[in-house]
C-alpha cells in the first residue's frame, strides 16, 4: 500500500508514525541523506523499497560531521526537489528535524569508534566518523528501523555504520548498495555540483585509475604498488591525491595481495576545491 510522502519534523511524531506501521506488521526501511538528492539515493530507495513495506529517508545536514573548514554552509540544500523525487520513488516518510531537534541545548555525547574508523578518511577528516556515527546512532534509535540503506560511494562510512549497528546491538540490518555513476565512470556525488567543466572532464579518471589498479591487483599484482601506480597517474594530471588504498573490504585494515582476503581499494583526491572519494572492489582472482 502507498498512501503518499508524509513529512515529518520531529522524533515524538516519528516514532508515533513507525510505531503504528511496526504494530501493523509492516517491515520499515530508513534511507539516511543529507539531502541534494540524486539518482544515488533514488536506488537506495528503491533498494528499500525491494525488501520494506514502508521506507522513510532523512534528509538532516549535519553539522557533526563537517569539519571546521569544510562546506557545511554551502553544502546544497534542495528540499523541495527532494521531496518531489522522493515521492515519484514511492517513499512513505521524510524526516526533516531541525538542528535543534537533532542537538539539543547541553548536547555533549558522541559515539567512539575504532576498526575500520581507523586510517584513511579519518587522517584528513579526524572529527567525521565520530560525527556521522552519532547521528546515525540517533536516526537508528528515533525511527527503530528493520533495515538501514547506505551506499558503498562511502565506503568507509558503510563499514564504519555496519561495525557500529553490531556493535551496539542496534537492531537494524545496515544494507550496502553499490555506487551508480555517470556513464563515463564518475561517481555521483551532490558534491560533484561544484566541480567547473574542465575538473568535471577530469573527474572519471579516478575511477579509471583504481579500476586499473584493482585489475593489476587481482591479476596478483603487490597492492601497494598498484595504489602508488593509480597515485602518481592521478597526481600527473593535476589531482592533489589524500590517498589510495588497498584494504581488507570488511575490516578495511592494510592488505598486501589477494592472498590476504577480499580487497577494497579506495581514495580520496581534491581537484580544485572539490574533494571527491571513490572506491571499487578487487574481482577475486
Ligand atoms: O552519507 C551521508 O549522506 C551522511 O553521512 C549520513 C549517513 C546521512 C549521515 O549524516
Not at 539515493?41 to 525491494?50: D, E, K, P, Q, S
Not at 546491538?169 to 555540483?193: C, Q
Not at 573490504?249 to 592472498?259: D, K, R
Request: hydrophobic content about 45%.
Amino acid at each position: 500500500m502507498y498512501d503518499g510522502l508524509k513529512r515529518i519534523r520531529t522524533v515524538s511524531a516519528l516514532r508515533r508514525q513507525v510505531g503504528a506501521w511496526r504494530a501493523a506488521g509492516e517491515r520499515v526501511a530508513l534511507v539516511p541523506t543529507m539531502g541534494a538528492l540524486h539518482v544515488g539515493h533514488i536506488a537506495l530507495v528503491r533498494a528499500a523499497r525491494r525488501r520494506a513495506d514502508r521506507v522513510v529517508a532523512s534528509v538532516f545536514v549535519n553539522p557533526a560531521q563537517f569539519g571546521p573548514n569544510e562546506d557545511f554552509s554551502r553544502y546544497p540544500r534542495t528540499l523541495p526537489a527532494d521531496m518531489v523525487k522522493l515521492a515519484a520513488a514511492r517513499t512513505d516518510a521524510v524526516f526533516t528535524p531541525d538542528v535543534a531537534e537533532m542537538y539539543p541545548d547541553g548536547f555533549c555525547t558522541t559515539v567512539s569508534l575504532g576498526g575500520p574508523a581507523e586510517g584513511l578518511e579519518s587522517a584528513f577528516r579526524p572529527t567525521h566518523f565520530a560525527g556521522v556515527a552519532t547521528v546515525v546512532a540517533k536516526l537508528f534509535t528515533q525511527c527503530r528501523p528493520d533495515l538501514a540503506f547506505f551506499g558503498e560511494k562511502d565506503y568507509q562510512q558503510l563499514q564504519v555504520v555496519s561495525r557500529m549497528a553490531r556493535d551496539l546491538d542496534l537492531g537494524v540490518k545496515v544494507v550496502g548498495v553499490p555506487t551508480v555513476r555517470e556513464p563515463d565512470g564518475l561517481a555521483l556525488s551532490s558534491r560533484n555540483i561544484y566541480l567547473s567543466p574542465e575538473e568535471r572532464q577530469l573527474a572519471p579518471l579516478i575511477y579509471r585509475a583504481l579500476t586499473a589498479a584493482a585489475e593489476r591487483i587481482a591479476a596478483g599484482g603487490d597492492a601497494g604498488a598498484a595504489a602508488d601506480e593509480a597515485r602518481n597517474l592521478l597526481e600527473s594530471q593535476g589531482f592533489s591525491v589524500d590517498y589510495v588504498a588497498a584494504r581488507h573490504a570488511l575490516t578495511l585494515a592494510p592488505v598486501a595481495s589477494v592472498a590476504d582476503g577480499p580487497i577494497r581499494l579506495l581514495t580520496a583526491a581534491r581537484l580544485g576545491r572539490t574533494r571527491l572519494i571513490d572506491n571499487v572492489p578487487v574481482p577475486a582472482g
